[in-house]
């Protein structure tokens, strides 16, 4: 296994700068949802796939002004086998797979768990702690790729560009799209995204992305400006993985636990055993139904919020129940 800090200091190395192209088509419209559409189908198809990326954060408003790195791998092979290891301010933490154990680690706390191998990586907990969010994100990464196309009915191609990504030059289209391109518009929440596919590998190099968001403080919304900048430093997809990846080595400091305690333990009481109180809620066909007339019957409750990764994926969970 490698250790964490090796991991971000060879990766903060990688550099990524832009060259201008030869040839630029004119900007398009009608180009760039298949272009978007191509890119997802080589993340959907692909039986094996390495993916490295770092993501730059800067956030600021009128009165602040912060900046976070996020370094993630993704990797998986046929054989049940998986390296999901993310890197960021929550904290640092790898998920192994060689295809009979899943072992699950935790830097910082210098403690891992080890599990025999019944499922595949989709056995991620939906609760997970902060120190988790990154790793989490590596696990889902494919499939957010994978959903590149999804949220979009409309994309502007923008002027072909080359990238120089460890040392090699990539010639790119280029996709613009905004949140007005979006099927379902996020409310309060606007962005311009630049996104660079590699023309040879209809795989995606780069991303950019401008927002303007807001931060909640008790009744006000303080305006708050993004920007985020992804660069996938290493995309192997359907080629061969290094075995080293599905290696765990714990360090010598290392200690074996049975499991992890529940992060929610740490956030005061429960509402266990209270009562539901009166709730009135819209169903799905606009009527009103009391939550009062369920007495006596088993009812599940799920809150969860469009920009909370782990209640979205949940969601096939729920509608199979």
């Not at 403690?111 to 609760?127: D, E, N």
């Not at 209809?202 to 401008?210: D, G, I, P, R």
């Not at 782990?310 to 969601?315: T, Y």
Request: charged share 20%.
């Amino acid at each position: 296994m490698r250790r964490p800090l090796c991991v971000v200091a060879v990766m903060t190395m990688i550099g990524v700068a832009p060259v201008f192209a030869q040839s630029a088509p004119s900007p398009s419209t009608s180009e760039g949802p298949e272009l978007l559409n191509q890119a997802a189908r080589r993340y959907t198809d692909v039986k094996s796939y390495y993916i490295e990326s770092v993501e730059e954060r800067t956030s600021s408003t009128e009165y602040s002004h912060s900046w976070q790195k996020t370094v993630i791998t993704a990797a998986e092979t046929p054989e049940n086998r998986f390296h999901f290891e993310g890197h960021s301010s929550g904290g640092s933490s790898f998920k192994i797979a060689d295809g009979k154990t899943v072992w699950t680690y935790r830097a910082e706390e210098h403690r891992y768990t080890a599990k025999p191998q019944t499922m595949g990586a989709s056995s991620q907990s939906t609760v997970i702690g902060m120190s988790e969010m990154a790793m989490w994100n590596a696990e889902n990464l494919r499939k957010r790729l994978g959903d590149l196309a999804k949220s979009f009915k409309s994309a502007q191609r923008l002027p072909d560009a080359n990238l120089i990504v460890n040392g090699h030059e990539l010639s790119c289209d280029v996709v613009r799209v905004q949140n007005s391109d979006q099927r379902r518009l996020t409310p309060d929440y606007t962005f311009d995204k630049t996104i660079w596919i590699d023309k040879a590998q209809q795989t995606v190099v780069k991303t950019a992305e401008h927002a303007h968001a807001y931060i909640l403080s008790g009744a006000a919304r303080i305006p708050m400006e993004e920007e985020i900048t992804t660069t996938f430093t290493t995309t192997e997809l359907n080629g061969p993985v290094p075995d080293g990846l599905f290696a765990f080595v714990p360090l010598s400091d290392a200690k074996l636990i049975q499991d992890f305690p529940d992060p929610r333990s740490g956030l005061g009481g429960t509402m266990t055993d209270d009562q539901v109180p009166s709730l009135r809620l819209k169903s799905a066909d606009g009527k009103v139904v009391a939550l009062d007339t369920f007495r006596g019957k088993p009812v599940l409750l799920d809150l969860w919020a469009t920009w909370c990764g782990p209640c979205v994926a949940a969601l096939p969970q729920l509608a199979q129940i």
